[in-house]
């Protein structure tokens, strides 16, 4: 079965630190994908990757970055992290193809003081 | 650009049924839909590609009408384990693979 595996579960910061995030599957799929999720407002795409080194801008894309550098780690950056990023992380993977499903990791929860 | 999903809350007692709508304002190349549990992640229910096509999953179908860009999943019989929160996710037609996922519906079933 698929894994997706994300670094830590639990995760506090300070204002203004750099914060990594990260993510591996272990399924060679080409498409991974960052996402927020706090209560009321469901998922929101935050960046996506369809290979290595490509990445695409997703619905709130401000405040972070994204680096792919080998195809089953993606990274999610906090440049300068604020309390207003304090929420749930998701990271998921999809093949390409008639089965895209995702996969999610099972989430790092970010408090940011 | 987050698809709508209706009702935002629905609470059925077993055995009763239930539909979940989702709504986008753009041409879609699928539809999947997703339940999460409580502290857990969303697990995959099923996909339903452009076309028009219906699909079952037990007592747990979907059906996705392309031109109005809306999908409706239908749970008939509710058990107690379906209780969660329902996304939709949507592939836009166009953006790549970019992923979009609506707000949820929280389905709550008591005995």
């Known amino acids: 079965d698929v894994k997706v595996t994300q670094s830590s579960r639990y995760l506090v910061k300070r204002t203004g630190e750099k914060v990594f995030l990260e993510c591996v599957q272990d399924?060679?799929?080409?498409?991974m994908f960052w996402y927020r999720q706090d209560p009321g407002l469901g998922l929101r795409l935050i960046y996506f990757?369809?290979?290595?080194?490509?990445?695409e801008k997703g619905d709130i894309p401000e405040g972070y970055s994204v680096s792919r550098e080998k195809k089953e780690r993606f990274s999610l950056i906090l440049e300068s992290a604020s309390t207003n990023q304090t929420s749930m992380y998701l990271c998921?993977?999809?093949?390409?193809?008639?089965?895209?499903?995702?996969?999610f990791g099972s989430g790092t929860q970010l408090s940011v003081l | 650009q987050q698809p709508v999903q209706s009702p935002q809350a629905v609470i059925l007692r077993e055995g009763e049924d239930a539909v979940i709508n989702c709504s986008s304002s753009?041409?879609?190349?699928?539809v999947h839909w997703y339940r999460q549990k409580h502290g857990e992640a969303p697990v995959f229910l099923m996909i339903l590609l452009k076309g028009g096509e219906q699909k079952g999953h037990e007592k747990i179908s979907a059906s996705f009408n392309e031109k109005k860009q809306q999908s409706s999943l239908y749970l008939t019989a509710s058990q107690l384990s379906y209780s969660g929160t329902y996304f939709c996710g949507t592939r836009p037609l166009g953006q790549g693979f970019s992923f979009i996922f609506g707000k949820g519906t929280r389905l709550l079933v008591k005995p």
């Open positions: 990757s369809y290979d290595v080194k490509m990445k």
């Open positions: 399924m060679d799929h080409e498409n």
């Open positions: 753009k041409a879609l190349y699928s």
């Open positions: 998921a993977s999809s093949s390409t193809g008639y089965n895209e499903k995702l996969f």
